[in-house]
């Protein structure tokens, strides 16, 4: 009787399975599809390359080699309660390349779904004939899939009977070392509180023993500034003088006012009224904080190298978080004011120019040829818009005015001084019109020659009218000045 259902390798299956073979390499079966075959039992046909009407692929549940022929191969895929709504008449079985492996029909089967009324899991199972398993991987996945029944009860069997196996051999093995300080063990209690072992364990009884003792040693009233070998004068000083509050053994700081910072030389941290020697205007502006760190790197005083770092305390005021620092080696040096974004330095602290005083754009005369950062020469270049923005917003044409030899003027701005002037514009030099009144003697004719320049009128009985005059000095007229290389501010 001819096989009405039946599993086939594929043209390209078999091609994989026998490639895998001759280089020894692993064919790997990852997933399994089910399908419909478009309401028709179908044929498998080894020239498939896909299911006639796929309706669900997934990765396998399990992959093994039959125990009871190792020439077959089981595939299985367990289809959860909530996937369905379609017929299974044909099955394909692909590999981690995609690739349609092994084609099967079944017996027609609904996989309903559980909105349908049935919420039933069903497994698919192909068994492929091949003439090798050695060439196919066989392993699943246990984070994409759902383990059979079958699978995790053989699982829990072989489990248990491993355990089983270890606990028996461990009941009758003798080997059970000793704790040590390096290596875990059993350990044996003790009570005793003046042992040197360290391979017994203190019991509670030990422990409450060495807390009696301990707290007999010295009473919780106990006054240690009072110990008599100390001193106590000696005992209050060292604590004031290494700032024992600061390192959590007094409740809070004390201020001493008018000490002066200059005998701080012991580590500790301080609270200081109106302290001398502080940084201005530290002086007299209250309560500070200072924390002293010394370094001893010789004998005597000279040795000591020390460095006072000083905060101002409070939320307003000059020295409102505010941090000074300065060092002594051997001497004490200046103070030096660090800053921070909450304490920005003033134009005045860094010897800079406020840019509301000199916005960018003005002129100002400089006593050397080359600008400072952040101007230019007015010498009539042109400058880069992008590089200085608000330059150009008052340079729009891009080029500065040429001041060399030149004097600055005053815009007319409608006085009708200097009208008829807009701003920037360069005006060549020119002397104010204005006259000189000639005189003569009646019937001159001695032959003397005198200039006249137009509108000059002569007659014989002397001159009369007004004479100008074209002769000067040099090739300009110009005031008593000084050379200055004009600037302009440029950022």
């Not at 779904?113 to 899991?121: D, I």
């Not at 002293?292 to 305390?313: A, C, E, F, K, P």
């Not at 992008?386 to 030149?406: H, I």
């Not at 009144?437 to 003397?448: E, F, P």
Request: some cysteine; aromatic content about 6%; glycine content about 8%.
């Amino acid at each position: 009787m001819t096989a009405k259902y039946y599993a086939i390798l594929t043209n390209q299956g078999a091609a994989r399975l026998a490639n895998a073979t001759a280089l020894g390499t692993k064919l790997n079966l990852t997933q399994m599809a089910v399908g419909d075959a478009n309401g028709k039992l179908p044929t498998p046909d080894p020239a498939q390359t896909a299911l006639i009407n796929q309706q669900r692929i997934a990765p396998l549940n399990m992959l093994t080699v039959d125990p009871a022929n190792v020439s077959q191969i089981i595939a299985e895929q367990i289809i959860p309660e909530n996937e369905g709504g379609f017929w299974i008449r044909e099955i394909g079985l692909y590999d981690d390349d995609g690739v349609l492996i092994a084609v099967a029909n079944c017996p027609e089967t609904y996989k309903p779904k559980l909105a349908e009324g049935s919420g039933r899991t069903q497994t698919i199972r192909m068994i492929l004939i091949v003439s090798s398993t050695t060439a196919i991987t066989l392993k699943i996945d246990p984070s994409v899939v759902l383990a059979t029944r079958q699978y995790v009860d053989e699982q829990v069997i072989d489990v248990k009977s491993y355990v089983d196996d270890v606990l028996a051999q461990h009941e009758k093995s003798r080997n059970h070392p000793d704790a040590t300080t390096a290596a875990k063990g059993f350990v044996q209690l003790s009570s005793a509180t003046n042992s040197t072992s360290e391979a017994l364990a203190a019991t509670p009884k030990a422990v409450k023993a060495a807390n009696d003792n301990a707290n007999n040693r010295l009473s919780k009233t106990g006054n240690l500034s009072e110990i008599k070998s100390a001193g106590t004068a000696a005992q209050l000083s060292a604590q004031q003088n290494i700032g024992l509050s600061s390192y959590g053994i007094a409740p809070a700081l004390a201020a001493e006012t008018g000490k002066d910072l200059n005998s701080l030389l012991t580590q500790g941290v301080f609270v200081l009224t109106n302290p001398l020697n502080a940084p201005e205007p530290a002086n007299n502006a209250g309560t500070v904080f200072v924390e002293v760190m010394t370094w001893q790197s010789g004998s005597g005083d000279d040795g000591y190298r020390v460095i006072q770092r000083l905060y101002g305390y409070g939320s307003s005021g000059s020295i409102a978080n505010r941090v000074w620092v300065r060092t002594k080696t051997p001497d004490w040096g200046g103070w030096y004011e660090l800053y921070s974004q909450a304490n920005k330095p003033t134009a005045a602290d860094v010897g800079a120019i406020v840019r509301e005083d000199a916005p960018v754009g003005i002129p100002q005369p400089w006593p050397l040829a080359t600008a400072p950062l952040g101007w230019l020469n007015c010498n009539g270049a042109t400058f880069d818009k992008a590089m200085y923005p608000y330059l150009a917003a008052a340079y729009p044409s891009g080029k500065l005015p040429d001041l060399r030899g030149e004097f600055i003027r005053g815009w007319d701005n409608g006085r009708g001084v200097d009208p008829g002037r807009s701003l920037l514009a360069w005006q060549d030099d020119m002397i104010k019109k204005h006259s000189h009144t000639l005189g003569t003697y009646k019937s001159v004719d001695a032959g003397i020659k005198m200039p006249v320049t137009a509108g000059a009128e002569l007659s014989n009985s002397g001159v009369g009218g007004a004479m100008y005059t074209g002769e000067a000095g040099s090739s300009e007229t110009r005031p008593r000045n000084i050379a200055f290389n004009y600037i302009v501010r440029a950022a």
